[in-house]
């Protein structure tokens, strides 16, 4: 599998459409069943058994996952996996195997630049499942930062935006400003005025940037949007930080007055 990586590695940068060909022969050469499961899969950053069963309403899903990277089709295991020879994914130990029924879940991913070639082909010939299949993934998603992607992705903005205020004050505390900006800004201008959270977060991303200029009108519209549902704690906090933004910008009277 190592040596696989490293030769797929070396093609894609010697010449993209030469690995394009030969990802679309293998793709050529599968059966229906499984040719169907790669690309209806692609969307996924980690395949399991499960999630792959919920996204492509398949029974036999974990039997073709198995398949796949029995075969070595561009697929790699990430945990939990032993091949039929007794093959590892990377990051195993060498223990014994577990009984069964306290086995890990196997997680798979494809090699990068197989997904992405996967997702294209999904778009041209399925562009009508696009969407039920990122519903599918995200509402079977455990990890919220991945179903939030799944939910812009297939137009679930009020599910999407719920999901974001959920988890918006970790990411920002992670310094992950860009990526939560760019999924507020994502969803519908409707959408995000209706959830003010949404907007403090906005305007605290460009506070944490250090530009003041473009956080100042986004916690003024936070205040009004707190307002405008009666929400008293969200108006204090949201006059808090356009205090302290004025403060950082010396402007000490204004500052005092929204204290």
């Not at 992670?174 to 969803?187: M, P």
């Amino acid at each position: 599998p190592d040596r696989r990586a490293a030769f797929i590695r070396d093609l894609a940068q010697t010449d993209r459409h030469v690995f394009d060909f030969l990802a679309d022969e293998v793709l050529k050469r599968q059966e229906p069943a499984a040719r169907a499961f790669l690309l209806q899969t692609s969307i996924l950053s980690d395949l399991t058994p499960t999630l792959c069963r919920t996204v492509t309403g398949r029974d036999d899903a974990p039997a073709i996952l198995e398949d796949l990277y029995r075969r070595d089709l561009f697929l790699v295991a990430v945990h939990g996996v032993v091949g039929a020879q007794g093959r590892r994914g990377a990051g195993e130990t060498t223990a014994p195997l577990l009984p069964r029924s306290s086995a890990p879940m196997p997680i798979y991913r494809y090699h990068t630049l197989f997904a992405e070639f996967l997702r294209q082909r999904l778009i041209q010939e399925m562009p009508e499942r696009v969407r039920d299949l990122h519903r599918r993934a995200a509402q079977a998603q455990t990890n919220p930062t991945r179903a939030i992607r799944h939910y812009l992705a297939a137009e679930m903005w009020e599910e999407a935006a719920r999901s974001i205020e959920q988890v918006g004050w970790v990411l920002l505390q992670q310094g992950l400003l860009d990526t939560l900006s760019s999924w507020i800004r994502a969803l519908p201008i409707p959408i995000r005025d209706a959830h003010p959270h949404l907007t403090r977060l906005l305007g605290a991303c460009a506070f944490w940037k250090g530009d003041f200029q473009a956080a100042q009108p986004l916690l003024e519209r936070t205040v009004e949007g707190f307002q405008a549902i009666g929400d008293e704690a969200g108006v204090g906090e949201s006059l808090a930080d356009l205090a302290s933004s004025a403060f950082l910008q010396a402007d000490f009277v204004r500052a005092s007055m929204l204290i």
